[in-house]
């Protein structure tokens, strides 16, 4: 490249600063409320292994994901043999709980 011409590649025009290394996972829990088990051997909680903090991926499990959790639970009739489509799964434990109470097919 000669002395008047400018360098337009993607790495001169579109810079990012370094990353901070991601921090590590964390594992959030949901348990079941007692009702909501027909007998003693169901499952009684879920684990969610979910990523270090960042903007763009799900690392918190928000209150809304564990409200409608509960609910689900409570009415599975509203999903059992159905398909289930989450948008936004974060955490996905709607679609984990949907899965495990008698859903046909989850997907994310």
Known sequence: MSENEVDLSLG???TEPPRPP?????????????GHRKSIEEWEE???RLVGAHPLWGNYLW?????FA???DAYQELYKDKYILELGAGGALPSI????TGARK???
């Open 12 to 14: 001169t025009i579109f």
């Open 46 to 48: 879920i684990q969610i």
């Open 63 to 67: 209150n809304a994901a564990r409200a």
């Open 22 to 34: 991601t921090p590590e996972p964390t594992i959030a829990v949901y348990t079941r409320e007692p």
């Open 97 to 100: 709980l949907a899965a495990k």
């Open 70 to 72: 509960s609910y689900l």
């Open 106 to 108: 989850v997907g994310q």
